[in-house]
């Protein structure tokens, strides 16, 4: 018995010193960068506003991605060799403005989005959301998704057709016409291009009041030779972003195929080379912590699909592409495919309604939900659900917590009378120390019987513990990969549920106005992560204290390094916890006072 609690006590010491140096030697310098990040996008707010106008057609083509291959077809496209636009140094917000200017634009307007379409090559290239901001702050830069060609780090998405050589089929240089200069929902503009040689290329582009694009190429042949030709989508990106890195969230490449889910983290295909898959349906992309860009095929046709990592001068590029079968086109006919586009944030009822009306297979796991999404999901939806009622996500997880406690009631209430019956035999307890001393042997054999005679489990204590482990785990990730808890608010001075608690000792809880430097963040404890360590010190002081002196100054400890260890996690997390103590102990207090247990 002595031994297990050591074990334990042992395992959960080692488990806060591996947080902690985590935080400080990972987490710390993340969040640095993250700074650094978002004081240049402060910046470029400043120089550029938050949406930049479409530019007019320039003189330099900018020559983008790679198409994917298909046997006895040769792909169109050459290899991405696009030099920055503007002069070296320049900023990210002078480099769009310049890169803009190369190609004639599709303005893009909707409800959500904002944002344009190169004519030349037909690339979504430019796109922000308008629903985001980069930060907290009502006045930071909208987020960008999508970035052209020209750019540092290029980003965007491209269909066309892969034929024979002698065939000529739309490259990054063609220059499509449009049959109007604005897409919006409901508006649908057709942009063609002719080859010259008897073949007339369309796509027809319209786009839903959220973040999916629906992209019908159509080609007539009005000459005398039939051909083939091959549909391909992809999307290219340029550069690794600055990823967070954390296991539980994955930040790359990813597609489902065949209804399962395959994540390529960007190093991983970098150092292992391209990978291949079939599918019947299914889609593919590119996703951030909160936004996706991801190609859906055809649900009915087989597709190849890949994942390949290369290089654009000294900067690794990524792209995610597939290809569907070939279609005869007999002279004077006429072949057609549609596919889509989603481009935006991962919002879980509009990936679910997505995959409910489009038949996008399994569309939610875009969201990284994890191994618990059993778990993690319906939490996430119970969330959602008594937000609609209460009106704020923060009271969101409250009422929930309620609920969960109401849940594991009966089992929970065992515990703690078990617990409250261990705390009652405490001074028999100490007796028994003080009879046998130092004969451990003795001592643990006694107490065994004493739990036998009484009826009391010691391991009860554990209980309420476990229980609420999976259920931490699974708001944890709740909090940390969706994208309705970024920037929720709570009261009082918590602004984002998604974040830490922002007031600190170090800035005397907010009276004192000056940046804590980083490496004191793991000392600087906000005023949630104390109430959290006073009420779990609380319900520490109501179980039953451990015999062994030693034992006993570490338990009194543990509530001190809880309270360090869960400083720099979401506040809306915190939260959780504090609660769910005040109500355990609420539950422990009114059964001992039942049983006559001081």
Same mark, same amino acid.
């Given at each position: 018995?002595?031994?297990?609690?050591? !074990?334990?006590?042992?395992a959960?010491?080692?488990s806060?010193?591996?947080?902690?140096?985590?935080? $400080?030697?990972?987490?710390? #310098?993340?969040?640095?960068?993250?700074?650094?990040?978002?004081?240049?996008?402060?910046?470029?707010?400043?120089?550029?506003?938050?949406? #930049?106008?479409?530019?007019?057609?320039?003189?330099?083509?900018?020559?983008?991605?790679?198409?994917?291959?298909?046997?006895?077809?040769?792909?169109?496209?050459?290899? &991405?060799?696009?030099?920055i636009?503007?002069?070296?140094?320049?900023?990210?917000?002078?480099?769009?403005?310049?890169?803009?200017? =190369?190609?004639?634009?599709?303005?893009? &307007?909707?409800?959500?989005?904002?944002?344009?379409?190169?004519?030349?090559?037909?690339r979504?290239?430019?796109?922000?959301?308008?629903?985001?901001?980069?930060?907290i702050?009502?006045?930071?830069?909208?987020?960008? =998704?999508?970035?052209?060609?020209?750019?540092?780090?290029?980003?965007?998405?491209?269909?066309?057709?892969?034929?024979?050589?002698?065939?000529?089929?739309?490259?990054?240089?063609?220059?499509?016409?449009?049959?109007?200069?604005?897409?919006?929902?409901?508006?649908?503009?057709t942009?063609?291009?002719d080859?010259?040689?008897? =073949?007339l290329?369309?796509?027809?582009?319209?786009?839903?009041? !959220?973040?999916?694009?629906?992209?019908?190429?159509?080609?007539?042949? $009005?000459?005398?030779?039939?051909?083939?030709?091959a549909?391909?989508?992809?999307?290219?990106?340029?550069?690794k972003?600055?990823?967070?890195?954390?296991?539980?969230?994955?930040?790359?490449?990813?597609?489902?195929?065949?209804?399962?889910?395959t994540?390529?983290?960007?190093?991983?295909?970098?150092?292992?080379?391209?990978?291949?898959?079939?599918?019947?349906?299914?889609? *593919?992309?590119?996703?951030?912590?909160?936004w996706?860009?991801?190609?859906?095929?055809?649900?009915k046709?087989?597709?190849?699909?890949?994942?390949?990592?290369?290089?654009?001068?000294?900067?690794?590029?990524?792209?995610?592409?597939?290809?569907?079968?070939?279609?005869?086109?007999?002279?004077?006919?006429?072949?057609?495919?549609?596919?889509? *586009?989603?481009?935006?944030?991962k919002?879980?009822?509009?990936?679910d309604?997505?995959e409910?009306?489009?038949?996008?297979?399994?569309? &939610?796991?875009?969201?990284?939900?994890?191994?618990?999404?059993?778990?993690?999901?319906?939490i996430?939806?119970?969330?959602?659900?008594?937000?609609?009622?209460?009106?704020?996500?923060?009271?969101?997880i409250?009422?929930?917590?309620?609920?969960?406690? *109401?849940?594991?009631?009966?089992l929970?209430?065992?515990?703690?009378?078990?617990?409250?019956?261990?705390?009652?035999?405490?001074?028999?307890?100490?007796?028994?120390?003080?009879?046998?001393?130092?004969?451990?042997?003795?001592l643990?054999?006694?107490?065994m019987?004493?739990?036998?005679?009484?009826?009391? !489990?010691?391991?009860a204590?554990?209980? #309420?513990?476990?229980?609420?482990?999976?259920?931490?785990?699974?708001?944890?990730?709740?909090?940390?990969? $969706?994208?309705?808890m970024?920037?929720?608010?709570?009261?009082?001075?918590?602004?984002?549920?998604?974040?830490?608690d922002?007031?600190?000792?170090?800035?005397?809880?907010?009276?004192? !106005?000056?940046?804590?430097?980083?490496?004191?963040?793991?000392?600087?404890?906000?005023?949630?992560?104390?109430?959290?360590?006073?009420?779990?010190?609380?319900?520490?002081?109501?179980?039953?204290?451990? $015999?062994?002196?030693?034992?006993?100054?570490?338990?009194?400890?543990?509530?001190?390094?809880?309270?360090?260890?869960?400083?720099?996690?979401?506040?809306g =997390?915190?939260?959780?916890?504090?609660?769910?103590?005040?109500?355990?102990?609420?539950?422990?207090?009114?059964?001992?006072?039942?049983?006559?247990?001081?």
């Amino acid at each position: 018995m002595m031994g297990d609690q050591k !074990n334990l006590i042992l395992a959960i010491v080692v488990s806060v010193a591996i947080l902690m140096l985590y935080q $400080t030697f990972v987490e710390m #310098p993340r969040r640095e960068r993250q700074q650094a990040e978002q004081a240049k996008q402060a910046e470029i707010a400043k120089q550029q506003g938050q949406v #930049p106008s479409p530019g007019a057609e320039g003189p330099k083509p900018a020559p983008g991605g790679t198409a994917p291959t298909v046997p006895g077809a040769a792909p169109q496209l050459g290899v &991405d060799t696009s030099e920055i636009v503007g002069a070296a140094g320049d900023s990210p917000a002078a480099q769009r403005e310049a890169a803009l200017k =190369l190609s004639p634009r599709l303005n893009i &307007d909707s409800p959500r989005l904002a944002g344009s379409i190169a004519l030349k090559g037909g690339r979504f290239d430019d796109l922000f959301l308008k629903d985001y901001r980069e930060t907290i702050e009502p006045d930071s830069p909208l987020v960008e =998704l999508l970035w052209p060609t020209g750019t540092d780090k290029p980003y965007y998405a491209e269909f066309g057709w892969l034929a024979e050589r002698s065939v000529r089929t739309p490259n990054s240089a063609s220059i499509w016409t449009a049959d109007g200069s604005r897409l919006e929902p409901g508006k649908p503009v057709t942009l063609r291009w002719d080859n010259g040689e008897g =073949l007339l290329f369309e796509r027809r582009i319209e786009l839903d009041e !959220n973040y999916m694009f629906t992209i019908t190429q159509r080609v007539r042949n $009005t000459g005398d030779t039939p051909v083939q030709m091959a549909p391909y989508g992809l999307i290219s990106r340029t550069g690794k972003p600055d990823i967070l890195g954390f296991y539980i969230l994955h930040e790359g490449l990813l597609g489902v195929f065949n209804e399962t889910l395959t994540e390529v983290d960007y190093d991983d295909l970098v150092d292992e080379g391209p990978q291949r898959h079939t599918s019947t349906g299914g889609w *593919l992309g590119i996703t951030d912590k909160y936004w996706l860009a991801a190609l859906i095929p055809n649900r009915k046709e087989p597709m190849r699909a890949s994942f390949n990592a290369g290089q654009r001068g000294k900067t690794d590029k990524f792209q995610a592409d597939y290809l569907l079968d070939r279609r005869d086109l007999p002279a004077g006919g006429t072949i057609e495919v549609t596919n889509r *586009l989603f481009a935006g944030a991962k919002q879980v009822p509009l990936l679910d309604r997505y995959e409910k009306e489009l038949g996008v297979d399994r569309f &939610d796991l875009a969201v990284d939900f994890g191994w618990f999404y059993f778990l993690t999901k319906p939490i996430f939806l119970a969330l959602l659900w008594i937000e609609k009622h209460v009106g704020n996500l923060g009271l969101s997880i409250l009422v929930l917590t309620v609920f969960i406690k *109401l849940l594991f009631f009966p089992l929970a209430n065992k515990s703690y009378r078990s617990m409250s019956r261990m705390k009652a035999l405490q001074p028999k307890m100490q007796e028994m120390k003080e009879r046998f001393g130092d004969d451990r042997q003795r001592l643990n054999q006694a107490m065994m019987d004493l739990y036998k005679k009484e009826k009391v !489990n010691p391991a009860a204590g554990c209980l #309420p513990m476990v229980i609420q482990i999976p259920v931490f785990f699974a708001l944890y990730k709740v909090l940390f990969v $969706t994208i309705e808890m970024r920037h929720a608010p709570f009261y009082g001075w918590i602004h984002d549920l998604s974040a830490r608690d922002p007031l600190g000792m170090l800035t005397l809880f907010g009276l004192v !106005n000056w940046n804590v430097p980083t490496m004191l963040d793991v000392v600087n404890i906000g005023i949630w992560p104390l109430i959290m360590g006073l009420t779990m010190f609380l319900q520490q002081k109501l179980n039953p204290q451990p $015999t062994d002196p030693i034992q006993a100054k570490i338990f009194l400890f543990m509530p001190l390094f809880f309270t360090f260890l869960l400083a720099p996690f979401p506040a809306g =997390l915190v939260i959780y916890w504090a609660w769910n103590n005040i109500l355990s102990i609420a539950q422990q207090w009114v059964i001992m006072k039942r049983m006559g247990v001081k």
